[in-house]
């Protein structure tokens, strides 16, 4: 064998070695709480970064479970800018990797499981946007309930004790897949923390729809019940004095259940059938919709809302300004739903 190909052929060994449910994170160790390593029977291959780690399903093309090592000064420090630069992951097999073309015209968002805004590095940053990370998530829960009742409340909590807290995000079940990949959509999302420090941990349990709304968080037991993952977290934890259990940080009532948006970018009879409906329903208590220069859609949306059903609109004009990191969709309309 010519020398020149044994490098390729050990880089193609190790990419196609036996995959194991028992994952080593021999070089991230360090993220894991005491180096526990949780345990599931699903196989799948351990991926290191900077600042997460991720256990990944070569069946399912998505993250089982990532985990972050967070502290306050890692998320007040200045960020890195976001880079928007999704990739696919190299270090896998390409059978077993997740596709750009995958998600493309897919209807699903490229749902973060370490998020990119828990990132404090430049690197990390850019690491955080591999395929590996993502998860078919519903539009309008990524960009909702999710960002604001999940991954805002739980950097809002390591920002205020001490010590560094861990956090488990992932996502079950199967309802579909994209792509020619066949990328598994989850039914549910999960993302479970754990403060050393307190002895406490807790779990957000949401629905992956964009209809979906919150719930008060679940215990370390439920979510071990749900995942079938054994985090590996003490035995004693969420307790006071073994008996009692320690009171959950639970989510401000103006964010529970409450409200979900819906983005229009363009007119959309099937998005405007849905919101009508769930007014006939019964499930909409109110709408504010909200537009930047488009008040013709806006107004559009508003009178077949109202020529259909006895609810009032209320239409608001909000024109945040402009920056270099973030691009405001000048052109989108969003009608948000209050729940009942």
């Known amino acids: 064998m010519h020398m020149k190909w044994i490098p390729q052929l050990l880089l193609s060994i190790s990419l ?21 390593i949780p345990s599931t029977p699903q196989p799948g291959r351990d991926l290191c970064f900077d600042s997460f ?18 502290n306050s000064a890692r998320l007040t420090a200045p960020h890195p800018r976001r880079s928007n630069q999704f990739y696919e992951e190299a270090r896998l097999p390409f059978q077993e990797r997740a596709l750009l073309s995958d998600y493309r015209g897919s209807g699903y968002d490229r749902g973060h499981n370490a998020p990119a805004g ?5 690197s990390a940053m850019a690491q955080s946007f591999s395929l590996a990370n993502m998860m078919p998530q519903a539009r309008q829960n990524n960009q909702g309930i999710w960002a604001k009742n999940v991954e805002e409340p739980t950097r809002q909590y390591v920002k205020r004790v001490l010590g560094d807290v861990y956090v488990y995000t992932g996502s ?16 549910h999302l999960f993302k479970l923390v754990y403060d050393p420090n307190k002895n406490t941990a807790w779990a957000y349990w949401v629905e992956n729809t964009n209809e979906a709304s919150m719930s008060p968080p679940i215990t370390y037991a439920e979510i071990k019940e749900k995942t079938s993952i054994d985090f590996h977290l003490p035995n004693d934890v969420s307790y006071l004095h073994g008996k009692k259990m320690h009171q959950v940080p639970q989510v401000p009532n103006s964010l529970v259940g409450g409200w979900y948006p819906v983005f229009f970018d363009d007119y959309s009879p099937n998005k405007v059938q849905e919101i009508i409906t769930s007014i006939q329903a019964g499930r909409v208590a109110s709408i504010q919709i909200q537009y930047d220069r488009n008040l013709d859609l806006a107004k559009k949306l508003s009178e077949q809302i109202q020529s259909q059903t006895a609810l009032q609109t209320n239409l608001s004009q909000s024109s945040p300004p402009e920056s270099a990191t973030v691009t405001y969709e000048r052109n989108r309309v969003t009608a948000i739903i209050h729940t009942k």
């Open 16 to 36: 196609l070695s036996p995959l194991s449910a028992f994952a080593l994170f021999e070089k991230c160790k360090d993220l894991f709480p005491n180096q526990e």
């Open 53 to 70: 780690a991720i256990f990944y399903s070569p069946t399912d093309k998505k993250p089982i479970y990532t985990v972050e090592k967070l």
């Open 118 to 122: 828990d990132m404090s590095t430049e």
């Open 172 to 187: 079950v079940g199967k309802m579909g897949s994209v792509g020619s990949g066949t990328v598994t959509i989850p039914d």
